[in-house]
């Protein structure tokens, strides 16, 4: 009987004290990745596209702030294997070892979105309509269907359909002059290239001009 209770009372110690190491162990794993993230972020990352993940500097380097997370590991594993060309951000994206990528990724996209304002109100509202109607003439579609209402994107079933929102007018229109050229061409089903093809310079202007300050 005494026996029994001993025995029972150490099964129970050694039971609360392996789960309590473990959970520890478990939180110090789990704080290790993100500090590491963190660390990445804020020291290599941060230098272009903000600790917040707005850029404070160039206007031709994109806002990662509110990107969803699965397209921001797209694009990282883009630039490594080369599908994706910058001679800028491919060397930056290789210094990420493997498993830095995933946590990275979500540190930027829990930020909160970049919200610009366009300096050409007249071409924003005529990018709205473009953005939300596309044009039928020249057969480019509505950007809303993929990219949802004011730029937010989603992660659908068969892709991710990046947030366009926030972004600065010069770094969506080349984008947009990459993909019509095929510079950029990382785009599964040449979409966003045939897209790109059929727009206008003008209509190009005014799609940037409505994004910088569609977001919220
Ligand atoms: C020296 C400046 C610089 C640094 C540092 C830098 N980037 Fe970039 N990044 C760029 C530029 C420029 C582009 C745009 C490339 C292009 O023109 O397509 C870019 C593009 C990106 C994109 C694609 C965004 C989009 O909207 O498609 C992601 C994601 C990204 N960077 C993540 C990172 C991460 C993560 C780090 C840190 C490991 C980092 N960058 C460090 C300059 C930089
Ligand atoms: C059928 C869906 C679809 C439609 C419609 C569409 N896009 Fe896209 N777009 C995408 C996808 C998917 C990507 C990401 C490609 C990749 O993986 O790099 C993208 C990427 C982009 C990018 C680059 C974002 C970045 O951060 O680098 C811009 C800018 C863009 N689209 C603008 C537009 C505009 C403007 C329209 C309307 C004229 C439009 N798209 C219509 C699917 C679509």
């Not at 903000?50 to 397209?71: F, H, I, R, V, W």
């Not at 003439?137 to 992660?155: D, I, M, N, S």
């Amino acid at each position: 009987m005494k026996l029994n209770h001993v025995e029972r009372t150490f099964r129970v110690v050694t039971a609360r004290k392996l789960a309590t190491a473990g959970a520890a162990l478990l939180l110090c794993l789990g704080m290790g990745g993100f500090a590491q993230a963190n660390e990445t972020a804020t020291t290599i990352c941060a230098a272009c596209h903000g600790a917040d993940g707005s850029t404070p500097l160039a206007p031709n380097y994109p806002n990662l702030a509110g990107l969803q997370k699965e397209y921001i590991v797209k694009q990282l594993n883009d630039f490594i294997s080369g599908k994706r060309k910058s001679e800028v951000m491919t060397p930056m994206a290789e210094q990420l070892k493997p498993e830095d990528i995933e946590p990275v990724a979500a540190y930027f996209s829990q930020q909160k979105p970049a919200h610009g304002t366009p300096d050409n109100r007249m071409a924003a509202s005529a990018g709205k309509v473009l953005y939300n109607q596309g044009n039928d003439e020249t057969g480019v579609p509505a950007c809303v269907g993929c990219h949802q209402e004011k730029g937010a994107g989603y992660l659908g079933p068969v892709g991710v359909y990046p947030r366009v929102s926030g972004q600065s007018v010069e770094y969506v229109k080349q984008q947009l002059k990459d993909f019509a050229s095929g510079a950029r061409a990382n785009d599964q089903s040449r979409f966003m290239r045939t897209t790109a093809k059929r727009m206008s310079e003008e209509e190009i202007e005014e799609v940037a001009q409505y994004l910088v300050g569609a977001g919220n």
